[in-house]
């Protein structure tokens, strides 16, 4: 059964960073891109972040761009988000799902762990 | 960035009757390889979002028979036939075509 589990989230200053993570199993993590969605309170989705499997191309909004940066430890079966530079505007529910390896779609979503930007 | 703009339904839906949603992008989906990156999800109340449709008009697998969808490179349709209690929620269309990924704003559905 795939399993997606975030954790990480919190409340956290303007200004401040967070690292959120995802454990990833029942999968071979590494033949898959992944990706970040989040969700503000009350609002629609929008997409933060996507790695590719290797780890070795990332894609951003412009939105959290030079801020938030993806990366995977493949032999942990592990995906992380680094949120710096954090504004209350990034005050949401964040997801990590998983990119159906020759579809282009999200066929998996974790349960969502909510980041809390205030002061 | 395309841009994709959901239709609203008129809630509420009575149990039984069909609902048609709508999608429009500002670019055409249709990739040279033949496939329409649209994809459609629902997320109920308090829950993730799930996948229903991928490729415009491929359902997911274990998603009922009673959701379907259609459309061209631009215009995009997710049929629920004969809703029911559990089909409760917001459904979203994203585009797979480029970066960014875009979702659209969504759109409610409630059951009478």
């Known amino acids: 059964e795939v399993q997606l589990v975030e954790s990480g989230g919190g409340l956290v200053q303007p200004g401040r960073s967070l690292k959120l993570s995802c454990v990833a199993s029942?999968?071979?993590?590494?033949?898959?891109?992944m990706t970040w969605i989040r969700q503000a309170p009350g609002k629609g989705l929008e997409w933060v972040a996507s790695i590719t499997n290797t780890g070795g191309s990332t894609y951003y909004p412009d939105s959290v761009k030079g801020r938030f940066t993806i990366s995977r430890d493949n032999a942990k079966s592990t995906l992380y988000l680094q949120m710096n530079s954090l504004r209350s505007e990034d005050t949401a529910t964040y997801y990590c799902?998983?990119?159906?390896?020759?579809?282009?779609?999200?066929?998996?979503w974790g349960q969502g762990v909510m980041v809390t930007v205030s002061s | 960035d395309i841009v994709m703009t959901q239709g609203a339904l008129p809630n509420p839906v009575p149990s039984g009757e069909s609902a048609s949603i709508t999608c429009q992008s500002s670019?055409?989906?249709?990739?040279?390889?033949?496939?329409?990156?649209l994809n459609w999800y629902l997320q109920r109340p308090g829950q993730s979002p799930q996948l229903l449709i991928y490729w415009m008009s491929t359902r997911a697998s274990g998603v009922s028979d009673r959701f379907s969808g259609s459309g061209s490179g631009t215009d995009f349709t997710l049929k629920i036939s004969r809703v029911e209690a559990e089909d409760v929620g917001v459904y979203y269309c994203q585009q797979f075509l480029e970066f960014p990924l875009t979702f659209g704003s969504g759109t409610k559905l409630e059951i009478k």
């Open positions: 670019k055409s989906l249709l990739y040279s390889d033949g496939k329409t990156y």
């Open positions: 029942g999968f071979t993590f590494n033949n898959y891109w």
């Open positions: 799902t998983r990119v159906h390896n020759s579809g282009y779609y999200f066929d998996y």
